[in-house]
């Protein structure tokens, strides 16, 4: 181990030969740096990569420096670095470079001589960027809104360090465990040509394989119809080099020997292995291109060893097998390959319309555990997204007003946001120390990102623009799910609560406390009113948590957009009116809900007037223990999803639980104790047309050496027909029918963990027979399925004794203060019609409040302290409201991004949140005029960009692809054409079709 420590140190400084002559001014990257193709022979492209974990086994720092070698022998510095001099001395070869995150940190600690040589390798093809994005995000557990902000990291950092050639043309996902059909549309909308992966149902893929049909045209959205088509190729065999074939220094194939006269001479016998392999390959495929990647998990730590043998393998192949045309390549090259040979002998392809999930490798192993692990991590990640879209707005605004530029305070939230998109990130398949460290950069981005939010929201509200002396610290309850908020236990404070949404809205704040007596003043003077409710668990690790929570309203707040309140204690005041009742309906006949007054449990939900029959209840799955003594035994981990065979059924915790009712002015609540670790608050707010369940699980019971995993399951008198609807990343809705697959034969052995799919957002139940949707949205990406007609099922927790043996080697088995991880989450319950032609859709009902989640209004609070800061003393300096729009934007458009682009320019995105023919009403394009619509700035000019804002629109241009039809003569893809808007808009006036995100950089 010591010698191969020091081989790659050597190899790692090593000066490297020159460059050839300098010709650094000429640029021939892209399709023209390929090398050629032979028309009639077989072509293989070998793919030189390195695939780099962003934190697994080993923490980002760790793997980007290598230490901790018992761990794992992984060093990203000696994988860059040495490839880079591999490829210096070889003008030949190729290398690709995936994840922003590593190589940004790489190359900051370059010299500008070492910058340059980067540069002039990326513009001759050479070293070619591949997905761009800060890292290789999951496509189950991530949200829609931070996989674009990733990707636009990314994006533009590679434009800022290496220019138009380092911009990417391809989506490499080649590890995640599955793949959605929103992140297919995501990257057609960034202007890739195409994507490749590895991982897919095990039966999908001998079908694949069996039919030829390893590579299809992939139509990300029906909304967007035809400009969402992506060329989408499964690799071959995995995304490893070939058994036999490894050179690296981490394998231990016998390298080739091309000495004739030595006797351990052994080039065509490798040649000849290696024609047999791409030969069999080829069969797979509709062209004369095999893609074969020669690299895989942090390899290429010593880049020549591998790149030597592949020089030899090529030469080689020229020698004996010149049937066989084998040269270096990227997966780019390889597509322009497979393109151009495709239009001229009129191959077709069949056409993608669902997605890759679940993903199963094996009979018994449904890799559906992970759309659920680390739920705390999974929430935490959700508030970062909140958080960031906020405090972009905020510097946006900042800077428009005052000049003050803060962007940079954002630069650790945006890249630590990246880097919990990994897929063995969010996913919750890393090991315990390796989720630490990622909540510790999450937690460093966010205190860094309010850095000052303080002083932009008191500029924001200044009567004279300017916070001066007012110095009230503003901050985040982050801890305030475990009844912690520090500025709130003092004797005056003020809450400022911002709103991110494109349209005003109304915010219940709920604050712990350990007073119960306020006054509580809003813009007019007025005073408002509030309840105090009981904390729904006392978190004994916290010694400062509150035994209430302060509730009250703040209403109507403005648009990207601001409403402060001054909070005093009193001491003399009467408490609020909350009364403990016996009742068991609470709410009214408008909106409501009754507890069934035997077993303590949900029985009816009323919303707008509407009565359903709905129970919900906590039940568990005993996950298998698994064994070594063959894949029926597998266990359930942190990857995998797989009841006990005894107990495949779920098992309710209690069929009685006990409750109590608390009822106030404006919200109800039933607080249910379901056993000694599960508790749950139902509550409904009166002004709201939803309910919402606010729930405790853990630590989870292990006391009977079993593993446990806790699930939500509400049933509801609707008739499913064994169809249920899942979200996609948290936007497009996807039809699943029960122990049914749409390309492939599904078989039942897992008949729980093969339902399984992963919910970010909603999961629906729709009965046609009553025009009724019923919906449950999430606050984090949980797995659900509906296993039986009218239930549907969220689980929330899961707490396992074994390895599921698919690599983190560590049972999920989250400890915390010496014990079980809790968590805390919540779920929401609406309901309405299908179609309606006098009020809201179930859909719009939906839509509306998946925005409120996902961009929920933002509440700041900060210790008031001090005479100087009274009510009277303030409204002499702040406006009490601010809003960054001068009207709401309609209820189907929504500001996705508005951040900083550079010095002088604006990264604005808007979006249609609604899919076409999803609503009669809201499902139509719609045209926005943002000339006059921000109230800090006037729009001077405005140009249209990708979605990654990193190539101005009319500069990108794709490949065309030949597609199968129907029988009956149909187009086998939804061909919505969309009018190419050109990429300046000179009136300023945006139209978008349904699910359509346009992006721009405007001048101010």
């Known amino acids: 181990m010591r010698t191969v420590l020091i081989l790659l140190v050597l190899i790692y400084w090593a000066a490297g030969k020159p460059l050839e002559a300098d010709t650094r001014s000429e640029k021939k990257c892209g399709y023209q740096s390929c090398h050629k193709i032979h028309r009639t022979k077989l072509n293989v492209h070998l793919v030189p990569h390195s695939h780099d974990d962003v934190g697994w086994l080993k923490t980002v720092d760790q793997y980007f420096f290598g230490s901790k070698t018992n761990i794992q022998m992984a060093g990203i510095q000696y994988i860059i670095g040495s490839s880079i001099d591999a490829l210096r001395s070889n003008p030949d070869r190729r290398f690709i470079q995936v994840e922003t995150a590593f190589f940004w940190k790489w190359w900051k600690q370059q010299s500008e001589q070492v910058r340059d040589d980067v540069r002039y390798l990326v513009n001759n093809g050479r070293l070619e960027i591949i997905n761009g994005a800060w890292s290789m995000n999951d496509e189950a557990a991530t949200h829609y809104h931070s996989i674009i902000d990733q990707f636009t990291l990314g994006l533009r950092t590679i434009n800022d360090t290496l220019g138009e050639c380092g911009q990417p043309k391809i989506g490499w996902q080649i590890d995640p465990f599955g793949h959605s059909r929103e992140m297919a549309s995501i990257f057609s909308q960034l202007g890739f040509e195409g994507q490749f992966f590895a991982r897919l149902d095990y039966r999908d893929s001998k079908l694949r394989h069996n039919r030829s049909e390893l590579e299809m045209v992939w139509q990300g959205s029906p909304s967007l119809g035809k400009s969402s088509n992506l060329f989408t190729g499964v690799l071959y065999d995995f995304y490893t080099t070939p058994a036999y074939f490894c050179w690296d220094v981490l394998c231990s194939d016998v390298p080739i020997n091309n000495d004739e006269e030595s006797p351990d001479y052994n080039e065509l016998d490798i040649v000849n292995r290696f024609a047999d392999y791409v030969l069999k390959g080829s069969k797979y495929f509709n062209t004369n291109n095999l893609l074969v990647t020669m690299g895989g998990d942090f390899t290429y730590q010593a880049a020549e060893m591998f790149f030597n043998n592949m020089d030899k393998l090529i030469q080689g192949f020229r020698k004996f097998r010149p049937d066989i045309n084998i040269i270096y390549s990227t997966p780019s090259c390889y597509l322009k390959a497979v393109n151009e040979i495709s239009k001229g002998n009129g191959i077709k392809y069949t056409v993608k319309t669902d997605d890759f999930f679940p993903y199963a490798s094996k009979t018994y192993s449904y890799w559906t555990g992970y759309f659920t692990s680390r739920p705390n991590s ?27 530029d803060y962007s940079k305070n954002l630069t650790l939230l945006k890249e630590a946001m990246g880097i919990m998109q990994h897929h063995d990130a969010i996913t919750g398949t ?15 981005g966010i205190k860094a990102a309010e850095t000052n939010v303080g002083s932009i929201i008191h500029d924001l509200l200044s009567k004279d623009g300017t916070s001066g002396n007012l110095k009230i610290k503003l901050e985040s309850c982050l801890l305030s799910n475990v009844s912690y908020c520090h500025p709130s236990k003092a004797d005056q404070f003020t809450v400022a609560v911002y709103n991110p949404l494109s349209r005003n809205a109304s915010h219940y704040v709920r604050l712990p406390v350990d007073k119960t007596r306020f006054q509580i003043t809003g813009s007019n003077g007025d005073d408002i009113p509030y309840t105090i409710m009981p904390a729904i668990a006392n978190f004994t690790d916290f010694a400062d948590s509150s035994p209430s929570d302060l509730v009250f309203l703040a209403d109507d707040i403005p648009p990207l957009g601001l409403k402060y309140f001054h909070l005093k204690v009193q001491h003399t005041r009467d408490i609020p009116k909350i009364k403990e009742v016996v009742q068991h309906r609470l709410g009214d006949e408008v909106s409501g809900f009754t507890i069934d007054d035997v077993t303590g449990l949900l029985q009816t939900v009323t919303l707008n007037g509407v009565t359903l029959k709905v129970k919900q209840e906590f039940m568990y799955y005993h996950g298998a223990n698994g064994s070594n003594l063959g894949e029926e035994n597998q266990a359930s981990g942190a990857y995998i999803f797989r009841p006990a065979d005894s107990t495949r059924t779920a098992v309710s915790f209690a069929d009685k639980v006990t409750f109590t009712v608390h009822s106030s002015e404006f919200v109800d609540e039933v607080h249910q104790t379901i056993n000694s670790w599960i508790k749950q608050v139902i509550r409904l707010y009166k002004q709201e047309n939803y309910i919402e369940f606010d729930w405790v699980v853990g630590p989870i019971d292990i006391s009977t050496n079993s593993g446990t995993e806790v699930i939500s399951r509400f049933t509801a008198d609707v008739d499913s027909n064994g169809t249920f609807y899942t979200d996609s990343n948290g936007r497009q809705m996807l039809r699943r029918v029960r122990d049914y697959r749409e390309t492939y034969d599904y078989t039942d052995e897992e008949p729980v963990s093969g339902n399984y799919y992963p919910i970010t957002s909603r999961i629906t139940l729709r009965d046609h027979s009553r025009n009724l949707e019923i919906a449950v949205l999430n606050d984090r990406a949980q797995g659900g399925s509906s296993l039986h007609d009218g239930q549907m099922e969220l689980m929330v927790h899961r707490r396992l004794l074994n390895d599921d043996d698919f690599g983190v080697q560590e049972a999920l088995n989250e400890v915390e203060f010496d014990k079980g991880v809790i968590a805390r989450g919540q779920h929401f ?3 309405g019609p299908i179609k309606s032609d006098d009020s809201k859709t179930s859909s719009a009902l939906q839509r509306d409040l998946a925005q ?29 409201q601010f809003s960054g729009l001068r009207r709401s934007l309609p209820p189907n458009v929504q500001i996705l991004t508005l951040e900083p682009a550079d010095d002088r320019s604006i990264l604005l995105r808007l979006e249609h949140v609604f899919e076409e023919g999803e609503d009669d009403v809201l499902s139509k394009p719609v045209a926005v005029d943002i000339a006059d619509l921000f109230t800090l700035f006037n729009i001077e000019s405005i140009r249209e960009t990708t979605l990654g804002a990193n190539q101005w629109l009319d500069d990108n241009e794709k490949l065309e692809w030949d597609l199968h039809e129907y029988s009956d003569g149909r187009a086998s893809v939804n061909y919505i054409e969309e009018s190419r808007v050109g990429s300046s808009l000179d009136d300023f006036v945006v139209t978008l079709t349904p699910m359509k995100i346009r992006t721009f950089i405007i001048y101010v």
């Not at 999974?378 to 900042?398: A, D, M, P, S, Y």
């Not at 890393?430 to 460093?444: A, C, P």
């Not at 989640?853 to 009277?872: C, H």
């Open 378 to 404: 999974k929430r935490f990640e959700r508030q970062g997204n909140n958080i960031l879209q906020v405090t972009k707005q905020l510097v946006t605004f900042e800077k428009l007003l005052n000049g003050k």
């Open 430 to 444: 890393e090991k315990q120390h390796v989720v630490g460290d990622y909540v510790r950069l999450l937690e460093k």
């Open 829 to 831: 319950l609406t309901f």
């Open 852 to 880: 409120k989640k996902i961009l929920n209004a933002w509440v700041f609070v900060g210790n008031a302290t001090g005479d100087e800061f009274s009510y009277e003393n303030l409204k002499e300096k702040i406006n009490f």
